[in-house]
């Protein structure tokens, strides 16, 4: 059974700086592309970012790029995203998601395209 559990969440000032991080288990995590979405009150999931099986590919969401970084610990099962500089339309639940084919090429932006996902984590950013 895979889970996916994210953590790091809570409430921060515009311009402040969090780190989230999601850790898998139920499977070897070193073989799946990794996603981070966000959704807030009344508004679609939407993607955020998203991080190869091998770590060698990144890709961001327009409104997020130069400021979040997605990583991961292969080693410790663990995808991270570094949130920099954030604005208060960064507010929203953050989900960790996992893909379910291994060693895929194709980086995948749409919630329907990941198989496996956390509880989310709240995400608050005041002005």
């Known amino acids: 059974q895979v889970q996916l559990v994210e953590s790091g969440g809570g409430l921060v000032q515009a311009g402040d700086s969090l780190r989230l991080s999601c850790v898998t288990s139920?499977?070897?995590?070193?073989?799946?592309?990794m996603g981070w979405f966000r959704q807030a009150p009344g508004k679609e999931r939407e993607f955020v970012a998203a991080i190869s099986w091998s770590g060698g590919v990144t890709h961001y969401a327009h409104s997020v790029k130069g400021r979040f970084t997605i990583s991961r610990d292969n080693a410790k099962n663990t995808v991270y995203l570094q949130m920099n500089s954030l604005k208060p339309e960064d507010t929203a639940v953050y989900y960790c998601?996992?893909?379910?084919?291994?060693?895929?090429?194709?980086?995948?932006?749409?919630?329907?395209?990941?198989?496996?996902w956390g509880q989310g984590t709240q995400v608050t950013v005041s002005s």
């Open positions: 139920g499977r070897t995590f070193s073989s799946y592309l």
């Open positions: 998601a996992a893909d379910n084919r291994p060693y895929t090429v194709v980086v995948r932006t749409t919630p329907t395209e990941y198989e496996y």
